[in-house]
Each structure stands twice: as C-alpha cells, then as structure tokens.
Nanobody
Framework: QAQLVESGGGLVQAGGSLRLACTAS????????MGWFRQAPGKEREFVAS????????YYGDSVKGRFTISRDNAKNTVYLQMNSLKPEDTAVYSC?????????WGQGTQVTVSS
C-alpha cells in the first residue's frame, strides 16, 4: 500500500520561501503522477500543483502560478514543492497525493504558516 510522508513545513515571514518534500513508499513511484493540495482552516481542500510521472508536465493552481514550482526525483521517490514569495493566504496544511487505479492516497500533511 502506498505511503506518503511530507516534510519541510514551518513558519515563515511573508515574502519568504519554503521547500516541501513528499517521500513515497509502497508504490512504483516513477509510474505515477503526483500532486500537492492544501487546506486552510474553514476552507475546502485546494489543488496546488501536479507533475507527470516523468516530470515533463506540470500544472498549477491559479493562486500559486509563478510563485510555486513542483519537481520530482524519481531516484529518491520524492516530489518537491518550492514555494517562493509566500503570502499569508498561503497558510494551510499541505498534503501530497497519488492516485493509483482510482484510489487516492494522502500523506499526513505538513503545516505552513506565513506571517504578515
């Protein structure tokens, strides 16, 4: 069964940067697209970014385009989210996701807090 573990969250000032990582196990990592989502208190889960299985295609939510970059290292079974020019509205729990044969798997999430 697929397992995902996120890391790299924390507290940062507005305008700062963070890099999140999500390490996967229990799956053939290089065969699956990966995604990042976030959920702020009282809000619905929001799509942040996704990347194809080889990394050749990336997609971003409108609110993060131009500021966040998703990448992956298939040798390390890890997907990254580089977050620059962070804003207070980026504060949320960030989780990575993989869909395998119709089933969604999620990590436990990592908290990102951006102070103004």
């Amino acid at each position: 069964q697929a397992q995902l573990v996120e890391s790299g969250g924390g507290l940062v000032q507005a305008g700062g940067s963070l890099r999140l990582a999500c390490t996967a196990s229990g799956l053939t990592f290089n065969q699956y697209a990966m995604g990042w989502f976030r959920q702020a208190p009282g809000k619905e889960r929001e799509f942040v970014a996704s990347i194809s299985y080889r990394g050749g295609k990336t997609y971003y939510g409108d609110s993060v385009k131009g500021r966040f970059t998703i990448s992956r290292d298939n040798a390390k079974n890890t997907v990254y989210l580089q977050m620059n020019s962070l804003k207070p509205e980026d504060t949320a729990v960030y989780s990575c996701n993989v869909r395998i044969r119709g089933d969604h798997y999620w990590g436990q999430g990592t908290q990102v807090t951006v102070s103004s």
